[in-house]
């Protein structure tokens, strides 16, 4: 045989490109050098090295001479082994514990079933009972268990900033409310959590004091979508989406698969996007946005266009809606609505209204939920109009009583009326609207205590600072979206014997009680129990949840009068040309500022911008281009006399007269992690402007700052055309019989046949283990990438060692864009997890020269940590680029001091910290590789249970079909990955695997992968302008059909 | 000219090279015999703060191990006794032994009796208990004999050579899983260990790992 010489083929120029960013699109010399080296040149060089040579001398002598006192005492170290005095119930050494509870969140609970070895939660799940969330999770209750640990959290009350205790805080508590009988003078400001045990406490209290004021704020929450359906519909009245229901979804401005909705609705959204073949019942996605989300990803159908242009487009719509539907009242409000500007795409609005109303009862129309009631209005009364009420949205009764707001309490401060504050959670001091000049207001009450789980901003300017208990310290309880009771129970005590709001507000009310009573009594009223409840209780701590039915969807009619006068009030937005406007984004990760100091969140890359420790300006390539700077230099915002300079960070599909910021950042009073991590927008943020700020100028400023940014690392030799597939769902009809469709594409469609020169072990095992990704449901969340995280013990680096490329993050979410012609302007996105492929013909296997990887007879690429030497051979053999190096002792030693040489810097993990890690899991150290192992140690747990269950039965012991899952398939908030034995017939994926959609990366390279892709379907309205642009395989260079040859030498023949 | 080296300096490098090879052989000797688990860890037997006679309950009483290292079916470690389990007995028996003063402190005062630690796995190793007692590896196998230990000591190397000669050939280690906490077990006459342990392997689809590093290291 001849020698066979390997040349990946060249990448097509021509036609639709998949690409990661805009170095690579414009081919720069930056991408280049992470195409090619892992790693950038110099990188390794210790540039942070503070050690002179004489210095090394004399702490090496130093070394030495305890080297030589320590060999005197050379003994095996002494271990003890402490067992309990008295057994606990239900704890086992070494079995993990599961108990259910609940993370309050401002869009209701998210029920939860929490891990706990030996008394330490570890990881947190979702409820399988529960049908909100099904047992899944997002990103932010994964990372929820780092913040119980944060050793930085508040420990101690504090009298002014100095360490007090509750025996001196309840004295003067006394005195605050001896002085007001009725309550004038008593304020409260809590945040957005809808808990019933804090709802009825505050009923107690403010029926011994009636004159208090009882505030809430929640700087991303929903207040303006309650104000808009308390417009439509009534006071009281909240509008529950169902997008499992709706065939046609348009979004304005509403990021609902991301950080605007919840889990419900993308669950609900992705139920409608799991197809088994062409004719499935597909949903079809509209998206207006000014900047890309992950709803946009997702979308069939996207409208790039400013925020503030939001009210026009809507405008616009209503007509056209009105027009179809003969409906003269919603003629009437579109009219009614003020805008400045009407540049909106006549043809893309009247194809859009067209589609909705042929979808009369089974559309839905979502607009930004802080969007200006007047816009959020006029979408629900489009709702109305297409027919959506009881069917694509519901109406359910508020569990919340009216409260005042942050602007009208602050009124009453300024008033000098105030003389006892009471600020349960929260940060306004750090993130109240400007307007509002929260920290001056605060100034003025008399006595202001501050309740919260660290020490921030606001506890900074109060009298009385009182440490919180985290949610799994403690007895809460709130209500999920769909209205079910869950009961919040702690897994572990207070760390730091911090209290809960309910406790404090039952002092205050006269109540004394525990938390457990407190929320045992609200369980009593709640579900009307009487009697003995006792069963019903106990029935609810092991299920984690009570069904209310309660909690049924009302039904109203549109108020008419309310609406139109909403609307007829309401100033028109003005978005003049040359200006920008200001878009106020909510983070997908450190939220409004509250998890600044939870490093996972900030080294989780940002699902659309990949931007780890940092906020930044996003902008359009054309305005960019218009300021003249490019991703990395300042730019300075201004708006009258408010000033900002911040990173610019070029974004492709952004609205060009449009500039977003996301809030949360350049928190001041905040642990080391938070501490001077980006830029503070929200002094822009005003009560009117809650969304975006218009008339904003925009200068470069000549200097740069370095943002750390993942989305270049781990390029795959720029083979984006061949590692995400699409089709249309007209292509996939066409191509229904055709078995190889989406398997043939991109450099698959023309590739050889390939064969090993490798054997492999045989793979006899009675298990094999696969997972399948669906790239229909996928929408980017990263809920996987924290998981991982989160069970498999994987350390921060710190954003110096994330722009050197050494994130540790086992899997991640590739972000692509495709356009063709190198568009910019209006690419599509597609996102796509990446983890280890665990390759039967694994590259990496064959050049490790110490065997420390190796497969596993069920098909595993297993990682032997302590045979590992580190000569990285396999991560630069590694087609996916997934294997992770140690390059510093990261679980040693903090972020800030990874350069300091080992002798001298301070060594060890927190014990908190340490409370944390997965007992099942190896802790790596410095000079190991490391990668996805499939979680093998939840593999071989199942494996050993069914050993155990086997016994000396005689049966074959065999793991049952999907009777455990790996941690980013168990958090999949939409169930896009799936893990499972690909050898038993009735499990999910061996069905999967065979998918007509089903297909492996790189197949041409022989690798043999573990992990099956399931094509995206795109589901384009042909009659729409951009419907040509739509997702689409075969219009790709690389497909099937197309005219391009290929000669044998080129792509991988004999030469 | 005088010759610069004398003529015995001929045979130097070789006399050099020689003690080198006897030296470095020596030292790779003395590595490979001392700084192996087998001479490093067989025999240590730290001195515990309570005199428990393994001989005496185990042994001598007969009570089984399962007794007080309760979840060893169960779980991946087998635990230590909580203070509570040695007062089952002994609020009754021997109330009186100075022996057991510790034991009685540790019950009144609620602080538990800090045990030393003899058998020690390496971080990066994950042995499960349950699943091997389940399958008929005897206590026996890794703890030696126990039942007549007064003060229990490290019986067997526990290396990963050690580990590998069962999961290589379990056939000459398996036993009934009813005779697995019987220390003294024989196989019955006629019968030979390879004959008892080939049926079992068979019977039960005994399948260790043995090339699956995961098996072991997490």
Redesign the interface.
Known sequence: MSKRIFQHPEEPQTGKRYWRSLGQLQDTPEFRQWMHREFPQGASEIDGNDVSRRGFLQFMGASVALAGLSLASCRRPLKNLVPFTKAVEWSVPGKALFFASVMPTRNGGMPLVVTTFDGRPTKIEGNPLHPVNKGTTDVWAQSSVLDLYDPQRSKDVLSLGKKSDFVSFEKDLEEILKTSADGSGVAFLVDGIVSPTRERLRRKVLAKYPKAMWATYEPNGNDLEVAAAAVAFGNGHEVVNRLDQADIVLTVDRDILGVEGDIASVRGFAARRKVDGPKANMNRLYVVENRYTLTGGMSDHRLRLAASRSGAFLKALAAQVAKLSGDQFLATLAAGLKVVDTKIKDKWVEECAADLWAHKGKALVLAGNKQPVAVQALALAVNVSLGALGKTIELKKSAVDASASIAELAEELRKGAVKGLFILGGNPVYNAPADVHWAEAQAKAKTVVHLSIDQNETSAKAHWHVPAAHYLEQWEDCYASDGSYVVGQPVILPLYNGITGNELLAKIAGISADPLTLVRDTFAEVTSASGDYSAVWAKTLKNGFFSNASAKSIEAALRVDAVTKAIGDSPAASLADGQFELVFITDSKVDDGRYANNGWLQELPDPVTKLTWDNAALLSPAAARKLGVDTGDVIRLSMGEKKLEIAALVLPGHADDSISVAVGYGRTEVGSVGKSVGVNVFPFQTTVDRRFLTGVSALKTGRRHALAITQEHGALEGRGADITRQATTQEWSENAENKDFFKKMGIDAHAPANFSLYTHPPLDDVHGWGMAVDLNSCIGCAACMTACQAENNIPIVGKEQVINGREMHWMRTDRYFASEGGDADEPEMVSQPMMCQQCENAPCETVCPVNATVHSEDGLNVMAYNRCIGTRYCANNCPFKVRRFNFFDYNQRSITNLYRWNLISEKGTPDSIQMQKNPNVTVRMRGVMEKCTFCVQRVQEAKIAAKVKSSDSGVQPRVPADSFTSACAQVCPTEAIVFGDIRNPESRIAKLKEDQRGYRLLEYLNTENRVWYLARIRNPNPKMPDAARAGSASKGGHGHGGSHGHTSSQNGGHA | MANIFPRWSNWLPFKIIFCLLILGGGVSAGVWYYLNPEY?RVG?Q?SQPVPFSHKIHAGQLGMDCRYCHS?V?????S???????CMNCHSQIQRENPKLQPVHD??KS????????IH?T???V?F?H??HV???VSCVSCHGKVNEMDEVYHAESHSMAWCLTCHRNPSEFLR??SEVTNLDWKPSEGKTQREIGAA?VN???V?P?V?????C??
């Open positions: 490093m240590y730290p979840f079916e169960t779980s991946a470690y635990n230590i006794p909580t203070t509570q389990v540790s019950w609620g602080k538990p009796i800090e045990w030393v630690q020690k390496p971080e990066h994950y499960h349950s699943v389940n399958r008929g009934p899983v079992l019977e039960w689809h399948n790992p090339k699956n590093c995961a098996g290291h997490r």
